[in-house]
Nanobody, 113 residues
């Protein structure tokens, strides 16, 4: 499975971005899909996860600001990011778990103060 992430960029604090991740095959049966992020010098952390049934969970630092969703018909995973803060600056990776673990290539989000 290949995952192609896009949508990163430079945004001012308080702004919004929407990340997308498209899979090379159907995601209907994928147990979990998620977004992780990694800032320089910091361990990769979970941002948000969504199950095949649509149950979501979020990292404490993004609760109430970010929303994860998936569109099985488009083989796509999304992350709507609102009220962005400089500390959200990181490379964001999409992730899928279906018997194995798959990672996208990452997309850089930079939030200026």
């Amino acid at each position: 499975v290949q995952l192609q992430a896009s949508g990163g960029g430079l945004v001012q604090a308080g702004g919004s971005l929407r990340l997308s991740c498209v899979a090379s095959r159907s995601i209907f049966s994928f147990n979990y899909m998620a977004w992780y992020r990694q800032a320089p010098g910091i361990q990769r952390e979970l941002v948000a996860r969504i199950t095949s049934g649509g149950t979501t969970n979020y990292g404490d630092s993004v609760k109430g600001r970010f929303t994860i969703s998936r569109d099985n018909a488009k083989n796509a995973l999304y992350l709507q990011m609102n009220s962005l803060k400089p500390e959200d600056t990181a490379v964001y990776y999409c992730n899928a778990e279906h018997y194995s673990t798959y990672w996208g290539q990452g997309t850089l989000v930079t939030v200026s103060s």
